[in-house]
């Protein structure tokens, strides 16, 4: 993690990520679980959701329980659940990060379906759970490289 944090091209990006944004929030993370891989290619929305809970094992079981609906009414094709390392800030308790091929797959679901409210959001409720999502989008620019949207 030292080697990642204070390699040239680690801590140019960092420094051009903090010019352009009121908050950043770094932390080492490792794998508490995971559906799939996700995918950083081709022009994708991605999610970083961040919980917050008293309890590590009850956003786990809660994340593991709800999951199967995000893959069954979203077509979730791949997320991973990430957790702070020993001894890193812990801000938030897991974070997960996922991705869809478009808006149209996942956001009408969040929107209209009412067993997101009474299923998911009641058992986030129900395990004092909160989540605070971030959806976002990397596109190419006219250099080739991407840039978040």
């Known amino acids: ?4 944090r204070t390699d ?12 352009g944004a009121r908050h950043t929030y770094r932390v ?9 891989e996700v995918a950083h290619t081709g022009d994708r929305w991605f999610l970083f959701n ?3 809970c008293d309890d590590p094992k009850t956003v786990y ?24 390392l020993p001894g890193e800030r812990a ?3 897991v974070i997960n990060h996922a991705s ?3 808006l149209r797959v996942f956001l009408p679901s969040l929107l209209f379906l009412r067993t997101f409210r009474t299923f998911v959001l009641a058992n986030f409720k129900a ?3 909160a989540a605070q999502p971030i959806v976002y989008r990397c596109t190419a620019t006219a250099a080739g490289s991407s840039a978040t949207r």
């Open 50 to 52: 961040y919980f917050h």
């Open 61 to 84: 079981d809660v994340w593991e329980y709800t999951a199967g609906w995000f893959q069954h009414h979203t077509a979730l094709p791949d997320s991973t659940l990430l957790r702070p």
């Open 28 to 36: 080492a993370a490792g794998n508490a679980a995971r559906i799939a």
């Open 127 to 129: 395990n004092d759970i």
């Open 8 to 19: 040239p091209a680690m801590t140019a990006m960092v420094a051009e990520i903090e010019r």
């Open 100 to 102: 869809w091929p478009t």
């Open 1 to 4: 993690v030292d080697a990642v």
């Open 91 to 93: 801000d938030y308790i």
